[in-house]
């Protein structure tokens, strides 16, 4: 019995014993699933065909308007495991919960407490979107890991493995350059040394993308091609991509809409496979900017990181809506839901620093109870939400929520440090 509970004890202590338990929860909740529906979910349609019917045959790819290392993988998950779902879905699972590693990283290289790391990379964890563009075969799984990647190892400063690693992230969907702007902003903001080194970091991203691509493209076209003129293509045919050529304009909306209407875009009926921003999340957005930016004025390292990652990851998007009418989806609010779960944790480490600081039994009452509560809200609506059956997404939630909140006690003293 002693030793049970040292072992225990020793767990709960262990720097990523938390993280290991997300990661658990992750993958049975994915793999409980990864088969449901044995169909093409949304652009399952577009991806799976032309890696089956095309690329795997020898005859390159009709997907021209997409960089070839996301189409690579999963087309490696159906050579292993064979042309089903399980096939095109395995590695989306698996770089989904690599970016929960590396989000935990990230927030860990950002000098946070092992409490904090764990509460943001909790809501990330069991936040809807998330969760659903790391359960189907499409690319922006892959491209999201290399960003996250990008960003630790920049926050580490290996700014070159951190441009190599932006190439990477924009051979598998071009949106893994808006780690550019993210870094960019962030080093402006903050650091402005080593300026030869990051320069060449910035500029290492392009020439590794322009060095890698031939060795990918090969794999699709079984020929080394150019690749300014494959990369040309490619931005040619994604700019045709407008709302007023759009065939399916009911399944799009603009970048403002998505912090302002609650969007939904189903991929799939039975089980229900929607594209939505967690209600819990999503209604915090806009209160949660806000006092990103307030922090990063008042010079709180962790809020001017997150603040650049927002702004660089969605505000490129409302550029892009407004200047050459792209096209835009609200999954394409994925690459910034890191930002806001790491602002939401600090707002709610503050306000329970608030609650203890004050004389008020109401406002302690609140304090105590403001994360406990929020993190129960979140997971009803992850629970209510994912494409999961009650049978094994109730019971693990439970189990999970009974973990954090042991885990968050027990770090409950050092929760705000940052």
Request: proline share 4%; glycine share 6%.
């Amino acid at each position: 019995m002693k030793t049970a509970r040292y072992s225990l004890d020793r767990f709960r202590n262990w720097e990523y014993s938390g993280l290991c338990v997300l990661v658990i929860v992750t993958l049975i909740l994915h793999f409980s699933t990864i088969t449901n529906p044995d169909r093409l979910v949304f652009d399952e349609r577009h991806y799976i065909p032309d890696a089956i019917g095309f690329i795997m045959e020898g005859d390159g790819t009709v997907r021209i308007e997409q960089p070839p290392l996301g189409k690579l993988f999963i087309i490696a998950g159906m050579e292993l495991f064979g042309e089903n779902a399980f096939g095109w879905r395995f590695f989306s699972v698996t770089f989904g919960t690599i970016n929960i590693v590396l989000f935990y990283l990230i927030c860990r290289q950002l000098a946070l407490s092992k409490g904090m790391c764990f509460l943001a990379t909790f809501l990330l964890t069991f936040e809807n979107m998330t969760f659903i563009q790391s359960s189907v075969g499409m690319l922006d799984v892959f491209s999201l890991t290399f960003m996250l990647l990008s960003f630790w190892l920049y926050l580490r400063g290996n700014y070159l493995s951190s441009g190599v690693s932006i190439a990477l992230g924009a051979l598998c969907k071009i949106t893994g350059a808006f780690a550019i702007p993210v870094i960019l902003l962030h080093w402006l903001f903050t650091r402005r040394t080593r300026i030869r080194k990051f320069a060449a970091s910035i500029l290492i991203a392009p020439a590794a993308f322009l060095m890698l691509r031939p060795i990918f493209d090969y794999f699709i076209w079984h020929e080394f091609r150019n690749p300014i003129t494959e990369t040309d293509t490619m931005l040619t045919a994604a700019s045709k991509y407008t709302f007023a050529e759009a065939s399916s304009p009911e399944m799009l909306s603009r970048s403002w809409d998505w912090i302002i209407n609650p969007e939904i875009l189903t991929y799939f009926e039975d089980p229900n496979y929607l594209a939505m921003i967690s209600p819990s999340l999503w209604a915090l957005i806009i209160p949660v900017v806000c006092y990103l930016v307030f922090s990063a004025v008042k010079g709180n390292g962790t809020a001017k990181f997150a603040l650049a990652w927002f702004v660089g990851t969605y505000f490129v998007w409302v550029a892009m809506n407004l200047i050459t009418d792209r096209i835009s989806y609200i999954y394409y609010f994925y690459f910034s839901t890191g930002a806001i779960c790491i602002g939401l944790a600090l707002v709610l480490s503050e306000l329970r620093n608030i609650a203890e600081r004050s004389n008020l039994g109401t406002v302690k009452l609140v304090g105590r109870i403001a994360i406990p509560g929020y993190l129960l809200i979140h997971l009803i609506a992850f629970v209510m939400l994912i494409p999961v059956s009650y049978w094994w997404k109730v019971p693990i939630c439970v189990i999970t929520y009974v973990i954090a909140r042991y885990t968050m006690d027990a770090d409950k003293n050092h929760l705000s440090k940052v």
